[in-house]
């Protein structure tokens, strides 16, 4: 007796067992299509400003158009990396109500905060700010820029960014301050970008 409900697809699966999602010439050329077009729609780009943008959003579009930096650009995502590392220390763990629920509770790991590796974490990643924000605040003085750290905040931060702001300056400002503090550190590994249109055509 033949079972009921669809008929089973075939073609090669995944380990899950899951339709294998295809990989052809075609897919991929749909995939650039609907990033270009919502980078052009979006931001105003052209199809060449489009394709060398590395994500999607106000920072890959500057970097894009020249108006900032490749470091400038770089300094931002790592910043932006930092501030998210940062505030993950402040999300309290919620501990479980019976000893059976300690894998069904998020965040909670059983640590009272004393590991060595978690503390050496937090003086590091407490460091790291402090530096920044003390960069930020001297780049402000010394260049006269007062709405450095409020304009990173908003930029880099929250994404908030008109094109053709006058903060253009202060934004760049904070950037090379950042860039700089930043240069002096090992490289960090930075997911926050999607892939450029540039590595999806390489495949």
């Known amino acids: 007796m033949a079972r009921r409900g669809r008929k089973r697809r075939s073609g090669r699966r995944e380990a899950n067992g899951r339709h294998q999602r295809g990989s052809s010439e075609a897919e991929r050329e749909a995939i650039i299509s609907v990033v270009l077009d919502a980078r052009r729609r979006v931001y105003g780009v052209t199809d060449a400003e489009a394709r060398r943008m590395k994500a999607t959003d106000h920072l890959a579009r500057m970097e894009a158009r020249g108006e900032i930096e490749p470091r400038e650009y ?17 999300i309290p763990g919620q ?19 004393d ?3 978690y503390v050496e974490r937090w003086n590091r990643v407490k460091r790291d700010v402090a530096e920044c924000r003390a960069a930020l605040k001297a780049a402000q003085s010394e260049k006269h820029e007062w709405l450095v750290t409020t304009v990173i905040e908003s930029c880099v931060l929250q994404g908030r960014w008109q094109e053709g702001s006058p903060y253009i300056k202060a934004l760049k400002t904070g950037l090379n301050a950042l860039a700089d503090v ?3 550190k090992a490289p960090i590994s930075v997911d926050r970008h999607i892939e450029p249109v540039s590595e999806i055509e390489r495949r």
């Open 74 to 90: 770089e300094a931002a995502l790592r910043y932006a990396a930092l501030m998210q590392d940062y505030e993950l220390f402040f």
């Open 95 to 113: 501990r479980p109500q019976k000893a059976g629920d300690l894998d069904r509770v998020s965040g909670y790991d059983d640590s009272d905060g």
């Open 115 to 117: 590991d060595a590796s």
């Open 182 to 184: 930043f240069q002096k």
